[in-house]
T-cell receptor, first 112, second 113 residues
Framework: GQQLNQSPQSMFIQEGEDVSMNCTSS?????WLWYKQDPGEGPVLLIA?????ELTSNGRLTAQFGITRKDSFLNISASIPSDVGIYFC????????????FGQGTTLQVKP | DGGITQSPKYLFRKEGQNVTLSCEQN?????MYWYRQDPGQGLRLIYY???????QKGDIAEGYSVSREKKESFPLTVTSAQKNPTAFYLC????????????FGPGTRLTVT
């Protein structure tokens, strides 16, 4: 089936550092979303992107919809301990009826 | 408070038994979804429903069944035909015209032994 390649798989950073992660695919997507999941909980929607080239911020988080429509990036600035969790990208394929495809997740750990 | 509830949080069953997972939402969302999450993996779609009394198979529907008799409720039955049922199950919902912005419940961890 269709796949999203999310990287890095995991990150261990110092509090205050900036973080970047991305998702890529060989397919074209109409929508990109970024979610955060705390252990044992459901994912929480962080940012939704609908247009190629779109850059959207939510507090210290910034996400971009790649111009080729095959990738997306999430940046977290000045990380804090509560940023710890798993970050998932999700995309909706061009022509698809509403199903989302999820990346494998990036596990972020922040050292105080 | 509006939200999505899933119960129970933890569920244990013996192999060969069917089990039903509950999902209820009071967000007035039209569409509802069931996903399965395995350790270190992304979410995989089991079933989804865009309106009452209608639902479609997702990517891994075999061994599962659903019903959508009410807008607020979308229960998932894990049948004995599901070969590897132990997993974390997540329910989500969305407005029909913003169906890609899916909001998730807290999940049910099912363990079958």
């Amino acid at each position: 089936g269709q796949q999203l390649n999310q990287s890095p798989q995991s990150m261990f950073i110092q509090e205050g550092e900036d973080v970047s992660m991305n998702c890529t695919s060989s397919s074209i997507f109409n929508t990109w979303l970024w979610y955060k999941q705390d252990p044992g909980e459901g994912p929480v929607l962080l940012i939704a992107l609908y247009k190629a080239g779109e850059l959207t911020s939510n507090g210290r988080l910034t996400a971009q919809f790649g111009i080729t429509r095959k990738d997306s990036f999430l940046n977290i600035s000045a990380s804090i301990p509560s940023d710890v969790g798993i970050y998932f990208c999700a995309g909706q394929l061009s022509g698809n009826t509403g199903k989302l495809i999820f990346g494998q997740g990036t596990t972020l750990q922040v050292k105080p | 408070d509006g939200g999505i509830t899933q119960s129970p949080k933890y569920l244990f069953r013996k192999e060969g038994q069917n089990v039903t997972l509950s999902c209820e939402q009071n967000l007035n969302h039209d569409a509802m979804y069931w996903y399965r999450q395995d350790p270190g993996q992304g979410l995989r779609l089991i079933y989804y429903s865009q309106i009452v009394n209608d639902f479609q198979k997702g990517d891994i529907a075999e061994g599962y069944s659903v019903s959508r008799e009410k807008k607020e409720s979308f229960p998932l039955t894990v049948t004995s035909a599901q070969k590897n049922p132990t997993a974390f199950y997540l329910c989500a919902s969305s407005y029909r015209d913003r169906r890609y912005e899916q909001y998730f419940g807290p999940g049910t961890r099912l363990t079958v032994t």
